[in-house]
Protein backbone atom coordinates (compact mmCIF):
# COMPACT_ATOMS: atom_id res chain seq x y z
CA UNK A 1 0.00 0.00 0.00
CA UNK A 2 0.96 3.25 -1.07
CA UNK A 3 0.90 6.15 1.45
CA UNK A 4 -0.33 9.48 0.24
CA UNK A 5 1.54 12.45 0.30
CA UNK A 6 -0.14 15.16 2.74
CA UNK A 7 -0.61 18.70 1.64
CA UNK A 8 0.32 21.20 3.28
CA UNK A 9 -3.31 22.99 4.81
CA UNK A 10 -4.77 25.95 2.79
CA UNK A 11 -3.54 29.08 2.12
CA UNK A 12 -0.17 28.33 2.62
CA UNK A 13 2.24 29.51 0.02
CA UNK A 14 3.44 25.94 -0.16
CA UNK A 15 -0.49 24.81 -0.70
CA UNK A 16 -0.20 27.22 -3.70
CA UNK A 17 3.21 26.58 -5.63
CA UNK A 18 1.57 22.51 -5.70
CA UNK A 19 -1.78 23.99 -6.54
CA UNK A 20 -0.26 25.87 -9.42
CA UNK A 21 1.67 23.14 -10.49
CA UNK A 22 -1.39 21.08 -10.94
CA UNK A 23 -3.50 23.58 -12.09
CA UNK A 24 -6.25 23.45 -9.62
CA UNK A 25 -5.93 26.32 -7.47
CA UNK A 26 -8.49 26.97 -4.82
CA UNK A 27 -10.10 30.23 -3.99
CA UNK A 28 -8.69 30.40 -0.35
CA UNK A 29 -5.26 30.34 -2.01
CA UNK A 30 -5.94 32.55 -4.08
CA UNK A 31 -6.96 35.19 -1.95
CA UNK A 32 -4.42 34.55 0.74
CA UNK A 33 -1.15 35.09 -1.74
CA UNK A 34 -2.96 37.85 -3.01
CA UNK A 35 -2.72 39.54 0.26
CA UNK A 36 1.13 38.30 0.90
CA UNK A 37 1.90 39.84 -2.39
CA UNK A 38 -0.01 42.65 -1.16
CA UNK A 39 2.20 43.03 1.73
CA UNK A 40 5.56 42.63 0.26
CA UNK A 41 4.57 45.76 -2.13
CA UNK A 42 3.66 47.25 0.91
CA UNK A 43 7.01 46.66 3.32
CA UNK A 44 9.21 47.05 0.23
CA UNK A 45 7.74 50.45 -0.23
CA UNK A 46 8.03 50.96 3.13
CA UNK A 47 11.70 49.99 3.10
CA UNK A 48 12.20 52.35 0.23
CA UNK A 49 10.79 55.13 2.36
CA UNK A 50 12.96 53.87 4.85
CA UNK A 51 16.22 54.17 2.89
CA UNK A 52 15.56 57.85 1.78
CA UNK A 53 15.75 59.25 5.58
CA UNK A 54 18.32 60.68 6.74
CA UNK A 55 19.12 60.93 10.26
CA UNK A 56 19.84 64.63 11.62
CA UNK A 57 23.34 65.44 13.61
CA UNK A 58 22.30 67.38 16.73
CA UNK A 59 23.91 70.91 17.13
CA UNK A 60 27.40 71.46 18.27
CA UNK A 61 27.14 73.42 21.67
CA UNK A 62 28.92 76.46 19.36
CA UNK A 63 25.55 76.14 17.16
CA UNK A 64 23.16 76.12 20.14
CA UNK A 65 23.49 80.06 20.89
CA UNK A 66 23.01 80.68 17.07
CA UNK A 67 19.97 82.08 16.73
CA UNK A 68 20.17 82.37 12.76
CA UNK A 69 19.96 79.27 11.16
CA UNK A 70 21.83 77.78 7.77
CA UNK A 71 20.61 78.79 4.55
CA UNK A 72 21.39 75.68 3.47
CA UNK A 73 21.32 72.25 5.42
CA UNK A 74 23.00 68.85 4.86
CA UNK A 75 20.56 65.55 4.09
CA UNK A 76 22.58 63.87 1.53
CA UNK A 77 26.02 64.85 0.11
CA UNK A 78 24.58 66.81 -2.77
CA UNK A 79 20.50 67.24 -1.41
CA UNK A 80 20.34 70.88 -0.48
CA UNK A 81 17.16 72.64 0.94
CA UNK A 82 16.36 75.70 -1.22
CA UNK A 83 15.38 78.83 1.18
CA UNK A 84 11.72 79.75 0.25
CA UNK A 85 10.90 83.85 -0.26
CA UNK A 86 8.66 83.63 3.11
CA UNK A 87 11.37 82.61 4.81
CA UNK A 88 13.58 85.13 3.28
CA UNK A 89 10.96 87.66 4.42
CA UNK A 90 10.97 86.46 7.58
CA UNK A 91 14.75 85.98 8.39
CA UNK A 92 14.95 89.98 7.51
CA UNK A 93 11.88 90.74 9.54
CA UNK A 94 13.38 88.85 12.65
CA UNK A 95 17.02 90.77 12.13
CA UNK A 96 15.42 93.87 11.59
CA UNK A 97 14.18 93.47 15.34
CA UNK A 98 16.17 95.81 18.23
CA UNK A 99 17.91 94.01 20.63
CA UNK A 100 16.91 95.97 23.23
CA UNK A 101 13.02 95.36 22.45
CA UNK A 102 13.32 91.70 22.39
CA UNK A 103 10.28 89.90 23.64
CA UNK A 104 10.26 87.27 25.98
CA UNK A 105 11.15 83.59 24.66
CA UNK A 106 12.27 85.79 21.20
CA UNK A 107 14.36 82.71 20.33
CA UNK A 108 11.82 80.31 20.92
CA UNK A 109 9.40 82.75 18.88
CA UNK A 110 12.06 83.00 15.84
CA UNK A 111 12.77 79.44 15.76
CA UNK A 112 8.95 78.64 15.10
CA UNK A 113 8.59 81.83 12.78
CA UNK A 114 10.95 80.39 10.14
CA UNK A 115 9.96 77.19 10.99
CA UNK A 116 6.01 78.19 9.61
CA UNK A 117 8.31 80.01 6.61
CA UNK A 118 9.52 76.75 5.60
CA UNK A 119 6.39 74.79 5.95
CA UNK A 120 4.55 77.39 3.58
CA UNK A 121 7.10 77.81 1.01
CA UNK A 122 7.26 73.56 0.88
CA UNK A 123 5.69 72.97 -2.24
CA UNK A 124 3.93 69.89 -0.96
CA UNK A 125 2.14 71.44 2.02
CA UNK A 126 -2.01 71.95 0.98
CA UNK A 127 -3.51 75.61 0.57
CA UNK A 128 -5.69 74.87 2.95
CA UNK A 129 -3.20 74.07 5.77
CA UNK A 130 -0.86 77.07 3.79
CA UNK A 131 -3.44 79.40 4.90
CA UNK A 132 -3.47 78.71 8.77
CA UNK A 133 0.36 78.66 8.63
CA UNK A 134 0.03 81.78 7.66
CA UNK A 135 -2.50 83.24 10.13
CA UNK A 136 -0.17 81.54 12.61
CA UNK A 137 2.90 83.04 11.45
CA UNK A 138 1.46 86.65 11.46
CA UNK A 139 0.59 85.59 15.17
CA UNK A 140 4.29 84.91 16.00
CA UNK A 141 5.95 87.66 14.14
CA UNK A 142 3.59 90.33 15.82
CA UNK A 143 4.31 88.44 19.01
CA UNK A 144 7.78 89.20 17.87
CA UNK A 145 7.03 92.49 17.50
CA UNK A 146 5.29 93.16 20.51
CA UNK A 147 7.22 95.20 23.28
CA UNK A 148 7.88 94.42 26.63
CA UNK A 149 5.08 94.33 28.74
CA UNK A 150 4.56 97.73 30.41
CA UNK A 151 5.69 99.20 27.35
CA UNK A 152 3.15 101.83 25.50
CA UNK A 153 2.31 99.57 22.87
CA UNK A 154 2.21 96.03 24.51
CA UNK A 155 -0.62 93.50 23.85
CA UNK A 156 -1.21 93.84 27.49
CA UNK A 157 -1.04 97.99 27.33
CA UNK A 158 -3.42 97.71 24.82
CA UNK A 159 -5.88 95.19 26.47
CA UNK A 160 -5.67 96.70 29.42
CA UNK A 161 -6.51 100.25 28.15
CA UNK A 162 -9.28 99.05 26.11
CA UNK A 163 -11.09 97.53 29.52
CA UNK A 164 -10.74 101.41 30.57
CA UNK A 165 -7.96 100.81 33.43
CA UNK A 166 -5.17 103.26 31.76
CA UNK A 167 -1.47 102.63 30.71
CA UNK A 168 0.12 100.11 33.85
CA UNK A 169 3.17 101.66 35.66
CA UNK A 170 5.20 97.86 35.35
CA UNK A 171 8.69 99.74 34.52
Do not use: W
Not at 122 to 129: D, F, L
Amino acid sequence: MSSRQKLPPHGTPERYRIERKTGTTCDRCKARMAALRKEQRANAAAAEARAQMHIVEPPSDDTVNDTKPATTRKAGQNDRRKVGEMETAVEKDIEEIDAGLQVPFHRSLSVLARQLARDIDEPSTPPNVRSQYSRQLFEVLRSLRTQKEGDDNSAVAVALQAAGFGVPLVP
